[in-house]
């Protein structure tokens, strides 16, 4: 089935999401749109499938002209999306799943799960993807389950899949396997686009890559292209994507994290008897699949988890049990995962937020009132210094890019001598250019003697940075490897496999013990 945008526009209001973009995929054709967080990739899929209606442009299927008014329509016409966060219901079997909004009933108008699951084992069978229709789906590992959102399309007859940022939330090696059955599916004659950030995937799987930037089409590649050439297309100029850092230089261990254990509220160990120790002068990063503790654990440090046992100290000052201002005031520097909604005050200027974590201190507080005119000064300063582009330091914070928001937060938390830094999905819906000056602080921290401790799920980043690297499971501590280890060995540990049973399987990768090569 050969797929045709032509001239899609997609207006919300004064906000222009996509620009007159025209895409072609082709039968049998893995298309991959690439793009940094918010270029419009989403957007535009989501006028593909149905659920945002075109402000302008039209869409061709085999060249006739068609018209979605939801999702059902864009199925009959052969078309399947596989989201990024899963449309699935936890608590339903696979074919419960598999079977909602396309139930087959038996002649007394009961449901018919029997066809369905029919239909599921053939599926799976044919692309070796090994999912039991019985299996309730909260219990299934989430590669398993983006395969059922991929059998549920197939049910559909889907001759075009749409993947939308399917490797978020996989492991390495799951990550590896989705990737095999992209392939399998091309083989099959079915049409894939794919939507990512990651260059690597991009280019593992691609036949032809469009490159979004701003909401419109800014050139087309073949995967042949460098990965220095894509990343310039994201981002409009020449970007450098490997870190330049010198050997760490370690000094004394002076935070502490004893027998950590974080409780659920339903009394579920999200952090399992965690123990680790970061030193003056080095990056040690955590790594895990999304929703393996990594949150929990930060919080912790942080004094924002109230179910906690264990020891947390820094520079032998025991941190478990104090408030989050003593802690921040102790010294402790702490970027958030998610800058929105604990990062930044949206409608507060940019020279407010700049100052959240020391409103009422010296210099900018005398007793019960502020300095506006030190406010405005320090707010000058760190746009410069940290290359925040804003249109003033009194433009609210809310109406900056994500890399700018972040650039916000990063420069609030590193403009105090710190103790200890730390940074949870520091790059996360972050432009390369941005990353890359990102990652520069973040070393320039370690280099200055402070410990650092930085939270991932990208394991491309995790390796860049680490000078040690601690990998979470269901809130347990897998080990702790040095930062050159293989992304085979880290990707094996992220499954849930201990890291001396990893490392003893290095050498079946065909990489040296310790490689970091990526």
């Given at each position: 089935m050969k797929l045709e945008l032509q001239g899609i526009t997609k207006r919300f209001g004064s906000l222009v999401a996509n620009d007159h973009i025209d895409l072609v995929v082709e039968p049998g054709q893995v298309h991959s749109l690439l793009g940094e967080n918010g270029a419009g990739k989403s957007t535009l899929m989501n006028v593909l499938y149905g659920l945002y209606e075109p402000s302008e442009g039209r869409i061709l299927v085999d060249g006739q002209p068609v018209s979605f008014s939801g999702p059902g329509d864009a199925m009959a016409a052969g078309i399947g999306m596989v989201h990024q966060h899963f449309m699935l219901v936890p608590v339903?079997?696979?074919?419960?799943?598999?079977?909602?909004?396309?139930?087959?009933?038996?002649?007394?108008?009961?449901?018919?799960?029997?066809?369905?699951?029919?239909?599921?084992?053939?599926?799976?069978?044919?692309?070796?993807?090994?999912?039991?229709?019985?299996?309730?789906?909260?219990?299934?590992?989430?590669?398993?389950?983006?395969?059922?959102?991929?059998?549920?399309?197939l049910v559909r007859d889907a001759e075009v899949l749409i993947l939308d940022e399917p490797t978020a939330v996989l492991t390495p090696k799951e990550t590896d396997e989705l990737l095999a059955i992209m392939g399998q599916l091309k083989s099959d004659g079915k049409s894939i686009v794919f939507i990512s950030h990651k260059l690597r995937e991009v280019k593992q799987v691609s036949d032809l890559i469009t490159v979004i930037r701003r909401g419109k089409v800014v050139g087309t590649a073949d995967p042949d292209s460098s990965t220095t050439e894509l990343a310039s297309l994201m981002v409009g100029r020449a970007v450098s994507l490997t870190l330049d850092k010198a050997p760490a230089q370690p000094g004394e261990a002076t935070f502490r994290i004893t027998d950590l254990t974080v409780l659920a509220p339903n009394g579920q160990r999200v952090v399992d008897g965690i123990s680790l120790e970061i030193r003056r002068g080095e990056i040690l990063a955590v790594a895990g699949v999304q929703g393996n503790g990594q949150t929990e654990l930060t919080e912790a440090v942080l004094g924002l988890q109230g179910h906690v046992s264990g020891s947390i100290t820094l520079e032998g000052h025991e941190l478990v049990g104090r408030s989050v201002k003593e802690i921040i005031r102790a010294g402790v520097g702490f970027v958030p995962e998610d800058r929105n909604v604990e990062g930044l005050v949206g409608p507060f200027s940019v020279a407010e937020n700049l100052i959240l974590n020391r409103y009422d201190q010296e210099p900018f507080a005398k007793g019960l009132g502020l300095k506006p005119a030190v406010i405005q000064q320090n707010a000058r300063e760190k746009i410069a210094e940290f290359d925040v582009r804003t249109q003033s330091a009194q433009a609210a914070a809310g109406t900056l890019s994500g890399g700018n928001q972040q650039k916000v937060v990063m420069a609030r938390e590193l403009s105090r001598p710190l103790k200890l830094f730390i940074a949870s999905q520091p790059t996360r819906g972050v432009d390369v250019g941005s990353i890359e000056f990102l990652h520069k602080r973040i070393v320039a921290e370690r280099d200055g003697g402070t410990p650092v401790m930085i939270v991932s799920t990208e394991l491309d980043e995790v390796l860049e940075l680490a000078d040690r690297i601690a990998v979470l499971y269901r809130g347990r501590l897998m080990g702790i490897v040095p930062g050159n280890t293989s992304r085979d060995v880290v990707g094996l540990m992220m499954a849930g496999m201990p890291a001396e049973e990893a490392l003893g399987q290095e050498q079946e990768f065909g990489t040296e013990p310790g490689s970091g090569e990526l």
């Open positions: 339903f079997t696979v074919a419960e799943n598999v079977a909602l909004g396309n139930e087959a009933t038996k002649a007394t108008g009961m449901l018919n799960l029997s066809q369905t699951r029919a239909k599921i084992k053939a599926i799976s069978d044919q692309y070796g993807f090994d999912v039991d229709p019985d299996a309730i789906v909260e219990d299934l590992p989430v590669g398993v389950q983006q395969r059922v959102e991929i059998i549920k399309a």
